[in-house]
């Protein structure tokens, strides 16, 4: 059984950047793809890229392209979302999820808040 | 972008009572050499992350309640839960994976 387990909420400035954790445990890490979705407060959900850590390659949503990081190290089942450049509208809950072509299981959510 | 449109926005039904949340892709998500549609539905607690009911459109996932049921091909999916219960509160998404992925804005089910 697959889980995901976040790292926890984070407070940034305007302009700099937030890195956020996704452990997995269970299952073989790198036979499955990673995605992260976010949900800014009280709205839907929003894709923003996956990575398979097998391959190391990643792709992003066109939204997000030059702005968010993923990548994966394989020796810890851990992916990461870096999101650089941040402003208040990028404060959401950031959420990693197992990809088949749906998504499941998810992890528990990361509140990345933007204020200055 | 594909653009996944729901209705309604927001749902009040009768507890027992019959929900039915409609999902509509602005191209088809049906992948013609498997005949499967690319399209899943998710339910959104809060406080929680969503959790998978349906894939392949009509695919229950394993431990999801048989009162939920997933229909339609092409452009056009229903989410059907036939006999609603206290526990089916919440926020329902759609979401195809035939190219990139995109979700529909979510509809809001509650007791009337």
């Known amino acids: 059984q697959v889980q995901l387990v976040q790292s926890g909420a984070e407070v940034k400035k305007p302009g700099s950047s937030v890195k956020v954790s996704c452990k997995a445990s269970?299952?073989?890490?790198?036979?499955?793809?990673i995605s992260w979705v976010r949900q800014a407060p009280g709205q839907g959900l929003e894709w923003m890229g996956r990575i398979i850590p097998i391959l190391g390659i990643a792709n992003y949503a066109q939204k997000f392209q030059g702005r968010v990081t993923i990548t994966a190290d394989k020796s810890t089942s851990t992916a990461y979302m870096e999101l650089s450049s941040l402003r208040s509208e990028d404060t959401a809950v950031y959420y990693c999820a197992r990809a088949v072509n749906w998504f499941d299981p998810w992890g528990q959510g990361t509140l990345v808040t933007v204020s200055s | 972008d594909i653009v996944m449109t729901q209705s309604p926005d927001s749902l009040a039904v009768s507890l027992g009572e019959r929900a039915t949340i409609n999902c509509k892709s602005s191209?088809?998500?049906?992948?013609?050499?498997?005949?499967?549609?690319?399209l899943a539905w998710y339910q959104q607690k809060p406080g929680q992350p969503p959790k998978l009911l349906i894939y392949?459109?009509?695919t229950r996932e394993s431990g999801v309640p048989d009162r939920f049921s997933g229909s339609g091909s092409g452009t056009d999916f229903t989410l059907t839960i036939s006999s609603l219960q206290a526990e089916d509160v919440a926020v329902y998404y759609c979401q195809q994976y035939y190219s990139s992925i995109t979700f529909g804005q979510g509809t809001r089910l509650e007791i009337k």
């Open positions: 191209q088809s998500v049906l992948y013609s050499s498997n005949n499967k549609n690319y």
């Open positions: 269970g299952g073989t890490f790198s036979s499955y793809t």
């Open positions: 392949w459109a009509s």
